[in-house]
């Protein structure tokens, strides 16, 4: 009699770390609130000094760039605290067609920044835990809404979010 096993498939992928993100939206005012507030067990892009992460938010109206701001770079952790907040403007009717891009940045002083990993959070959301962090907060006006998000690879989000292709 054969035994069956169910394995939880990762797809060979290397765990990028993970994002703790908060969003909110207050209608009156038209602005799109965002707390980055930490990062977890970050793939470590320099082995000799740890990583320095940050983390850049971009927000994309349809596919179109349309603002880009980033936290400060926290040096030599793979856990950093940020509790940063920003601020982007989205009119109401066009909330339906934001999408945030959150991509996490190794610092590098000598060459161009490493790429960790990257979430789409907003009409191209790069995946379920994203598309439910948005609904969330448009149930939820004026309240913020708080939700750990795993990273993606480059290659993931480009594949099934449109926004993702629109950023750096």
């Known amino acids: 009699m054969g035994t069956c096993f169910a394995f939880m498939e990762k797809k060979n992928e290397v765990e990028l770390g993970e ?19 930490r990062a977890k067990q970050l793939l470590q ?24 701001k980033k936290t400060s ?3 030599g952790t793979i856990d950093p605290f940020y ?18 891009v ?5 610092h590098n002083m000598k060459s161009s920044n490493d790429f960790i990993g ?3 959070i907003g009409q191209y959301s790069s995946g379920p835990s994203e598309s439910n962090h948005w609904r969330r907060m448009l149930n939820t006006h004026r309240t913020a809404v708080e939700q750990w998000h795993s ?10 979010s449109p926004a ?4 750096t």
């Open 19 to 37: 994002l703790l993100l908060s969003l909110n939206y207050l209608p009156s005012a038209g602005r799109l609130n965002v707390d980055v507030i």
């Open 45 to 68: 892009t320099d082995v000799s000094q740890g990583s320095d992460p940050f983390v850049k938010i971009q927000l994309v109206h349809g596919l179109k760039l349309v603002k880009t």
């Open 73 to 75: 770079f926290l040096r």
């Open 83 to 100: 509790n940063e907040s920003f601020s982007f403007k989205v009119p109401q009717e066009e909330l339906e067609n934001a999408s945030l």
């Open 102 to 106: 959150f991509t996490v940045f190794g």
């Open 118 to 120: 990257r979430i789409v």
């Open 151 to 160: 990273l993606r690879s480059r290659a993931e989000c480009d594949r099934v």
């Open 164 to 167: 993702s292709l629109e950023v």
